[in-house]
Every structure is written in structure tokens, then in C-alpha cells.
């Protein structure tokens, strides 16, 4: 046996040390919609993977959240969206929408109410996701548009491009669907 199958072992014996999440997704009414998994492709890099059901046909936002906590009844006292519990957008540095740690691709979901997405990611490992007050995943209600508003869409004060709200969550409207993160 040469160095390289030792290589691959001892790479092998290290991801299977390195946690992963998952979290059972629930609605507002605490029906089970879906199940994000989030495991190490390599030392830099995590794969997250969702599967929904019953969830309304069209794109969604679809974000890691700064806590693992997801209670309908907490509701933003701003837009009445549930899910307040789990706060904003998961974010180890200080940018905006789309930059913040959490931000993820759309997830697209059919017409039949399911959907199945895969993305990998260096913007967090596996057990940044476990801090303090741990983390959760949302599904929005409607699609998130990357905070890409053209120059040519003028706000009320006159400025041109992304308002503070895009900034901050991308537009993609109330909060659907959570699950907290469990390390498994």
C-alpha cells in the first residue's frame, strides 16, 4: 500500500470526525415539510442539502438564521412574518444580503408542492452553525432576488439600487417554514 492510499484513509478518517446538521422542517401549523442536512465536503467546504414537501410551487428564499430557535408565535413586530424567534440571517462577518454567511441559492419548488436542492459552500463549517444560541434554517415565501435591484429603479429619497430592506433579507417575504439545527 502506498503513501496515497494512506493519504485518502487518513482524509476519509477526518471527514468522518467532522459533525453535520440536520434539521426537520416544520410550518407555521408544526406540519413536517422538509429536512436540511449540512455535512463537511472537505476541511473548507459544507454541502448543505433540503428536501421539501406541501410547500407553495415557486422560488423561495432559503437562508440559514443567527438562532435555533423557531417559534410561529413569535412574530416580527414590524410584518407580522412568524419565526422571529430565529433571528436574522446567519452572518460570521458584517456584510449585507447576499454576502451574509447564511444567504443561500433559491430553492425551487414544483408544482406539486416539492422541491430538492444541493449547494456547497466555504462561507461556514459545520460546527460554526453551533455557537452560543445555535442556528436555524428558514424557507421564505416568496424568492429571494439577491438584492440585485438595478441602478434604474429609483427609491423615494432618490437613491438608486438596493433599498435596507434588500440589504437585509433580499425581499423574499415572511417566513414559512423553520427547522432547528441539530448536530448529529
Known amino acids: 500500500m502506498g503513501t496515497a492510499g494512506i493519504a485518502v484513509t487518513g482524509t476519509a478518517e477526518r471527514m468522518q470526525e467532522q459533525p453535520a446538521a440536520e434539521a426537520l422542517i416544520k410550518s407555521t401549523e408544526g406540519e413536517n415539510v422538509g429536512r436540511l442536512r449540512v455535512e463537511a465536503l472537505n476541511s473548507t467546504t459544507s454541502k448543505v442539502t433540503v428536501s421539501v414537501s406541501n410547500i407553495p410551487a415557486g422560488y423561495h428564499g432559503f437562508h440559514i438564521h443567527t438562532k435555533g430557535v423557531c417559534d410561529p408565535r413569535s412574530t416580527d413586530p414590524s410584518t407580522g412574518s412568524p419565526f422571529f424567534s430565529a433571528g436574522g440571517h446567519f452572518d460570521l462577518g458584517s456584510g449585507s444580503h447576499p454576502d451574509h454567511t447564511g444567504d443561500l441559492p433559491a430553492l425551487l419548488v ?75
Open 110 to 184: 414544483s408544482a406539486d408542492g416539492t422541491g430538492v436542492a444541493s449547494a456547497a459552500t466555504d462561507r461556514f463549517r459545520v460546527k460554526q452553525l453551533f455557537d452560543r444560541d445555535g442556528s436555524a434554517v428558514i424557507i421564505h415565501a416568496g424568492p429571494d432576488n439577491q438584492a440585485h435591484i438595478p441602478d434604474r429603479y429609483r427609491q423615494a429619497d432618490g437613491k438608486t439600487g438596493p433599498d435596507a430592506d434588500t440589504l437585509k433579507t433580499g425581499d423574499s417575504g415572511g417566513r414559512i417554514a423553520c427547522g432547528v439545527l441539530q448536530q448529529r
